[in-house]
Nanobody, 126 residues
Framework: QVQLVESGGGLVQAGDSLRLSCAAS????????MGWFRQAPGKEREFVAA????????FYADSVKGRFTISRDNAKNTVYLQMNSLKPEDTAVYYC???????????????????WGQGTQVTVSS
């Protein structure tokens, strides 16, 4: 089992950058594919980005491609989401998620992940 704790959210202006972190417990972090999702008020949770256990494979939602970068440091049991050129429509609670398996076709589905953090709020003002 793994516990996930997100941090790094906040209030920023459009065009600014933020880096979210997700710290995981456990000793086999590299065995977990990791994902970032977000949920805006009144909307369903949506996929943002995913990364394989080694960090060698990444996927992004079209809405963030070219602006967001997912990465991980397995020595620190941490996955990151670097968010640049933020837009008001990026405002949401951001969640990290983990699944103990190689990254597969499920990577963009909520149901593909077994473990979730509590979320961190990102607010982008115009």
């Amino acid at each position: 089992q793994v516990q996930l704790v997100e941090s790094g959210g906040g209030l920023v202006q459009a065009g600014d950058s933020l880096r979210l972190s997700c710290a995981a417990s456990g000793r086999t972090f590299s065995n977990y594919a990791m994902g970032w999702f977000r949920q805006a008020p009144g909307k369903e949770r949506e996929f943002v980005a995913a990364i394989s256990g080694s960090g060698g494979t990444t996927f992004y939602a079209d809405s963030v491609k070219g602006r967001f970068t997912i990465s991980r440091d397995n020595a620190k049991n941490t996955v990151y989401l670097q968010m640049n050129s933020l837009k008001p429509e990026d405002t949401a609670v951001y969640y990290c998620a983990a699944h103990r398996a190689p990254l597969g076709s499920w990577y963009a589905s909520n149901k593909g992940y077994d473990y979730w953090g509590q979320g961190t709020q990102v607010t982008v003002s115009s």
